[in-house]
């Protein structure tokens, strides 16, 4: 039994690798690039909808919002931040994970083939 159990082992192994080694490196790269794409885009249509919601309320809903963003961050701080779900605006969240996805996945997926 425990013959057959390390022929099974080593068989879905093989596939396993088998799998990996016939994907495409530029596959690996591509979509990972483009879900962060999708997630920044996403992003940017949140803050549209929510700042069109603050339009429709008036002046002092765009002032307090305004000045509730921190404008002073950079990138790193910036997708550090919104990978805590720390900003205040509509869609930063999204836009800064959409970064880190789109900064970091496709290394990953080409480190697969390397």
């Known amino acids: ?3 057959q159990f390390n022929s099974t082992q ?3 192994f093989s596939t396993i690798c088998e799998t990996i080694s016939n ?4 596959n690996a790269m591509l979509i990972p690039a483009l ?3 999708g997630m920044v885009v996403l992003g ?3 803050e549209y909808h929510g700042q069109s919601y603050l339009i429709k309320q008036g002046s002092d809903a765009i002032i307090n919002y305004y ?3 921190d404008t002073d961050l950079n990138l790193v701080q910036y997708i550090g931040h919104a990978l805590q779900w720390q900003l205040n605006s509509f869609g930063g969240n999204q836009q800064g994970i959409g ?3 789109l900064g970091t996945t496709p290394v990953f997926g080409l ?3 390397v």
């Open 1 to 3: 039994m425990h013959t």
């Open 10 to 12: 080593q068989s879905r």
């Open 23 to 26: 994907a495409n490196p530029i």
């Open 35 to 37: 879900l962060g794409c």
């Open 44 to 46: 940017l249509f949140l």
């Open 67 to 69: 000045t509730s963003i």
């Open 99 to 101: 970064m880190a996805i």
């Open 111 to 113: 480190a697969v083939f």
